[in-house]
């Protein structure tokens, strides 16, 4: 598939998304959303991709935000299908996707930038990025899931410190907070990801797409996540990734999941 906005590359089960509208610092228009919501759904679908990396070109930013252009004239009904529209496209989209998402920050990481690095499974940083939710300077507020996933993620008070200031944090602070898990120098940052997704892409994706699924379930309204646990625990005992991973270890070798 042709991509205008966005490149990706694929090597070893890892595709690495690239946003690539550098001299916007990256902001998410309606057509990256588009362009980006097609390529996670295919590399989702491709058996052979183990993990996904976002990241954005250019060492200034992952994503500076929502396109800020497109948005200034809307009116009310229209803002409205603009959050519920992107959520649905893709970061409700990305959050539950069964190969894991790496957001690796290489930068800004502001407004829409944050809420789509917040929507991966989790998230690193090169000791350069600055993160924040600037939407209420602008007069509206986060739209594309930022109010709910910033308090999940650093809890109530300091979401709610960030979203009212809309300051930025720095990577040592992310870290600190629990926003990124590891901050290294920026040109070390993609071989961080791809280190630590090709140790996930060794363990069985089956039981990984479970995993998620069950994480994600203790965090929905009105979903029992120990109950959706059960279910995923008990379904692992049926794929031939369980068979091999037990029998692997029993012999003493190393599991080649079939991921199946
Ligand atoms: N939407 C649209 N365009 C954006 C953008 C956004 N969210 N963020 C940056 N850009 C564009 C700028 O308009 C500028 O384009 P131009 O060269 O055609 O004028 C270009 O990207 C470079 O940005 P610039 O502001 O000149 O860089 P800077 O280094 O001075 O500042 C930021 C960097 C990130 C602090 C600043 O760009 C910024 O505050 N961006 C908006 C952040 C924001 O509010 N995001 C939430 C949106 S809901």
Avoid: W
Wanted: aromatic residues 6%.
């Amino acid at each position: 598939m042709n991509y205008e906005n966005i490149s990706i590359e694929r090597e070893n089960g890892i595709a690495v998304i690239t946003i690539n509208r550098p001299t916007k610092l990256n902001a998410l228009n309606k057509a990256t959303i588009e362009e980006l919501h097609k390529a996670f759904k295919s590399e989702n679908e491709d058996r052979s991709i183990k993990v996904i990396i976002i990241t954005g070109s250019g060492d200034k930013a992952f994503v500076a935000g929502a396109d800020i252009s497109e948005f200034a004239n809307f009116s009310i009904k229209e803002g409205g299908r603009l959050a519920a529209q992107g959520q649905e496209m893709l970061f409700d989209f990305v959050q539950n996707l069964e190969t894991p998402v790496i957001a690796a920050v290489n930068g800004f990481a502001l407004g829409g930038g944050l809420e789509l690095a917040m929507s991966a499974h989790f998230r690193i940083a090169s000791d350069n990025a600055k993160m924040g939710l600037p939407e209420v300077s602008l007069g509206v507020i986060p739209g594309y899931g930022g109010t709910q996933r910033l308090p999940q993620l650093i809890g109530k008070g300091r979401a709610m410190e960030m979203i009212m200031t809309a300051g930025m944090i720095d990577a040592p602070t992310a870290l600190s907070y629990g926003l990124v898990n590891h901050v290294v120098p920026q040109a070390e940052l993609l071989d961080l990801a791809k280190n630590i997704a090709t140790k996930i892409t060794k363990n069985s994706s089956v039981a990984i797409g479970k995993a998620i699924q069950s994480v994600n379930a203790g965090f929905e309204e009105g979903v029992n996540g120990y109950h959706t646990e059960i279910r995923a625990f008990g379904e692992c005992f049926g794929t031939e990734d369980f068979k091999e991973g037990t029998t692997a270890f029993l012999e003493k070798r190393k599991a080649a999941f079939p991921g199946k």
